[in-house]
């Protein structure tokens, strides 16, 4: 799905689940959230739970041809489970990701595929040519590795990938002209684009 000429979704979806993280009824099932955003180089942002990752390494291959990076932005299996199908599927890739979320990978594959390793944090940034990410870290949003990421390339169009949030988390939305526009989310995952402006999370 286009949601700009740089931004794809590739997700997938999950109408066979019926509880969410085995507790929270999902009548219409669960979205597995997954970005490429093109520029000189690509970047994934997110890998999907592992029921679905030859749906989704073939969007990837359709949306990014051999994509340079994924960002692992949360290690939850249903972001996390298809980290060692991509590497196969794309092993000049780079990952990028917390320290934290590295280790992780060590405890969940039995790697943390040192050889491809990009580690991030607070305000740093990834240079994809056109576009460049930014990187928060926000730990225990969900668990302690987690970080979010936000192109602001820009004025026109501005994109913010997270991961899972709780019920009622603010977003400000800080405008050039000084303007400030609140917006309350009432679902479990927040994955936003926003035009003619710059995000922050307030938790």
């Known amino acids: 799905?286009?949601?700009?000429?740089?931004?794809?979704?590739?997700?997938?979806?999950?109408?066979?689940?019926?509880?969410?993280?085995?507790?929270?009824?999902?009548?219409?099932?669960?979205?597995?959230?997954?970005?490429?955003?093109?520029?000189?180089?690509?970047?994934?942002?997110?890998?999907?739970?592992?029921?679905?990752?030859?749906?989704?390494?073939?969007?990837?291959?359709?949306?990014?041809?051999?994509?340079d990076y994924l960002v692992i932005q949360h290690m939850e299996p249903d972001h996390s489970s298809s980290i060692t199908h991509f590497v196969k599927a794309f092993p000049d890739a780079k990952i990028i990701s917390s320290a934290k979320a590295f280790t992780m990978m060590k405890n969940f594959f039995g790697t943390d595929f040192a050889d491809k390793q990009v580690v991030v944090g607070e305000n740093d940034t990834l240079e994809l040519g056109e576009h460049t990410l930014t990187f928060v870290t926000a730990p225990m949003v969900h668990w302690p590795e987690v970080i979010v990421s936000f192109d602001s390339t820009t004025k026109e169009e501005s994109f913010l990938a997270t991961v899972k949030v709780p019920c009622g988390t603010k977003?400000?939305?800080?405008?050039?002209?000084?303007?400030?526009?609140?917006?309350?989310?009432?679902?479990e995952r927040l994955q936003s684009v926003y035009r003619n402006g710059k995000i922050t999370v307030e938790l």
């Open 1 to 67: 799905m286009k949601i700009s000429n740089d931004i794809l979704y590739v997700g997938v979806n999950d109408h066979d689940i019926d509880l969410f993280e085995g507790h929270y009824i999902v009548p219409e099932g669960m979205a597995y959230n997954s970005y490429v955003v093109k520029g000189e180089k690509t970047a994934v942002m997110d890998s999907v739970d592992g029921h679905f990752t030859d749906e989704w390494i073939g969007k990837v291959k359709e949306a990014a041809g051999a994509p």
């Open 171 to 187: 977003a400000i939305v800080s405008l050039p002209a000084g303007e400030a526009e609140t917006v309350w989310y009432g679902e």
